[in-house]
């Protein structure tokens, strides 16, 4: 028992040591004193008192400068460091700097020389800031973080000395303590022979520091024009004037194309059709109806209903997803041509094929068809007016790169390439929202895209800009502003600058004629254009145009309506069980009446099945202000 007792006690001494060890790695005491000059320049001296345990301070330690801090309207200014001497143990001492995105970081020490753990250690780091004094109306400010909320250590005691210049009383102060925003009051201050001390209260945990605001009175600094109005604004948000001209020049290209070659021909009257326009295939109405942004699951899926209803091939259900499809030759149906982009389609059947997600058996063929379509349909049906709508998004790529350049500097490879991650990141935002949206559906209903789509995935990837800048900080907020009414501009001119052909314009007419009798399911609208009579065949016929119409649930149910209305007037109220289903398709779904007797939930597994085979689709705080960064060991 003692034994056992003892082993325990044991394994938590040695649980316990490595915690003790690094908890002992602190900053003991932490002074930061703080001259300002007339001219609104800071002259900063930072004492530091370390604990060096081999954990985190092995050669010395490391300080973060920020080379941004934040204005009012996300503005983003620039932060410059002269630093002046660094020393330790009142020695001065080996230093070096790296620059990252965020932070100037300082590495004090060498790297060949070890610290002794267990000992003391006194850093100085003396540097220069200009410029960080903000003119107001009725008052002048100092806003800065004396003790940054990044350092990795607690800090027993903190404090800071500030000295405005001879003769400049502190109006009014504000401390803030804690994490970074936080409104902490864990402070003590005072005033004295023109200096205002403040030290704090209780131990700051790693990543919490000290912020403060003093208020002088107007004309105690030399004003500065950088740091007032108009031009304070612009260096606030430096690069703004290239991103407001590229909006503007884009905008106004996009809307004189538009005006020239994208609106729309008038329309005549939508009256109901009966049958599709002559020489347009079911592949061809979605093509067109969509000027060239159909997807696969209606174009293909449609063109190989139609080679089922036209008695080339058959459609046998495996399994749920699966499908056989076998080439048939019968003479009697050699009456119904192919269209050309049938032909296409019709070549991947000439063996028995099974269809499945992920087999890819449909990837050429998809591809090929999607070809024909855009050759039978683009131009004499619509015009992407493509080239114009390049032409935007080069002015758009050719204004980010000026801006980056510009803001931060073509030496600064590391600056440019962020500015362009973060172009890159909205548009792959925007691609995965726009994506996850296009596969939500309703029961029984195919995956499909909308315009509200568009819509949301652009004001998603907009506010995921917004975000990310809060994470990585270095550029103005009115800017990215700007950079996403670009993005959304392109996008949304994609669309826009499509339009159809005169020609075009009749047989679209023609389709939402047609479209509209399939999906009618109130016969007495329709009896004034005397429609013809509903029936097996006529169903069967139209289906492929109903599946790339999207109506043919709407069609199905039209069909059941007819067949039970006949029903009841013949007296065999379960006369139309007898059908079914297309004698091209057989497989384990089930026909009903009630369900609404339709083929939607065939044809969505059949497209749903397509699709995957043929690879292809469509105010103030504590952290707030300027200075602050943190540090660690190294």
């Not at 004492?47 to 010395?60: D, H, K, M, S, Y």
Request: glycine content about 10%; hydrophobic content about 40%; charged content about 20%.
């Amino acid at each position: 028992m003692v034994r056992r007792l003892f082993c325990c006690l044991a394994v938590l001494v040695l649980t316990l040591l490595p915690a003790r060890a690094h908890a002992a790695e602190i900053i003991h005491f932490y002074l930061t004193q703080l001259w300002i000059e007339k001219s609104g320049d800071l002259k900063i001296k930072e004492t530091i008192v370390v604990t060096a345990e081999r954990e985190e301070i092995n050669r010395g330690i490391y300080r973060d400068l920020p080379i941004v801090r934040h204005t009012s309207f996300g503005g983003v200014l620039p932060v410059e460091y002269e630093i002046l001497s660094v020393k330790k143990d009142g020695l001065d001492e080996s230093w070096h700097f790296e620059l990252g995105p965020r932070n100037k970081r300082i590495y004090i020490g060498e790297y060949h020389t070890l610290l002794d753990p267990g000992q003391r250690y006194t850093y100085e780091i003396v540097y220069t800031v200009p410029k960080q004094i903000f003119f107001f109306d009725d008052h002048e400010e100092l806003h800065w973080n004396v003790i940054g909320t990044g350092w990795i250590f607690p800090i027993e005691k903190g404090g800071a000395d500030i000295v405005p210049p001879p003769g400049v009383p502190v109006e009014s102060f504000e401390v803030f303590t804690g994490r970074a925003l936080w409104k902490g009051r864990d402070f003590e201050s005072k005033q004295e022979n023109g200096h205002l001390m403040v030290k704090t209260t209780r131990t700051l945990n790693p990543y919490e520091g000290i912020t403060v605001v003093v208020n002088f009175p107007k004309g105690s600094f030399a004003k500065d024009n950088s740091m007032t109005d108009a031009e304070f604004f612009w260096r606030a948000h430096k690069g703004l004037e290239i991103l407001l001209f590229a909006l503007a020049l884009i905008f106004f290209i996009y809307v004189l194309m538009w005006m020239r070659m994208g609106r729309d021909p008038k329309g005549g009257a939508i009256i109901p059709q009966y049958d599709p326009p002559e020489g347009v295939s079911p592949a061809m109405s979605a093509q067109i109806l969509n000027m060239g942004m159909a997807g696969t699951k209606e174009t293909l899926t449609a063109a190989i209903v139609s080679l089922a209803a036209k008695g080339f091939i058959k459609i046998k259900e495996m399994s749920k997803g699966t499908y056989e499809i076998t080439r048939i030759y019968p003479q009697v149906y050699y009456d119904k041509p192919l269209s050309e982009d049938e032909k296409v389609v019709i070549r991947a059947f000439e063996s028995t094929l099974v269809l499945k997600p992920g087999s890819q058996a449909l990837a050429k063929y998809s591809i090929e068809h999607t070809t024909i379509l855009d050759k039978l349909c683009r131009k004499k049906y619509y015009n992407n007016n493509y080239g114009w709508w390049f032409l935007g998004m080069a002015l758009y790529l050719g204004a980010l790169i000026a801006f980056t350049v510009y803001t931060y500097g073509p030496s600064e490879g590391a600056d440019f390439w962020i500015g362009v991650g973060i172009w890159v990141y909205t548009e792959i935002v925007y691609a995965i929202i726009f994506g996850t949206l296009g596969l939500l559906r309703k029961p029984g209903k195919r995956p499909e895209r909308k315009p509200w789509h568009h819509a949301l995935a652009l004001v998603i990837s907009g506010l995921s800009a917004p975000v990310l800048f809060a994470v990585v900080g270095f550029m103005s907020f009115l800017n990215i502003l700007i950079l996403f009414a670009m993005s959304a501009l392109v996008v949304v001119m994609r669309h826009l600058l499509r339009a159809p052909t005169k020609e075009g314009r009749e047989v679209m007419d023609h389709l939402i004629g047609f479209q509209y009798y399939m999906e009618a399911v109130e016969e007495k609208v329709l009896q004034k254009f005397d429609p013809p009579q509903m029936s097996r065949e006529l169903y069967e016929k139209y289906l492929p145009y109903a599946i790339a119409l999207k109506v043919d649930s709407k069609w199905g149910e039209k069909f059941a309506l007819a067949a039970a209305a006949a029903a009841t007037a013949a007296g065999a109220a379960t006369a139309t069980r007898a059908y079914g289903g297309p004698s091209w398709y057989s497989g384990s779904s089930a026909y009903s009446p009630s369900s609404g007797f339709s083929m939607a939930s065939i044809t969505n597994s059949i497209a749903s099945t397509v699709s995957a085979s043929s690879g292809s689709s469509s105010s103030g705080g504590s952290g707030g202000g300027g200075g602050g960064g943190g540090g660690g060991g190294w």
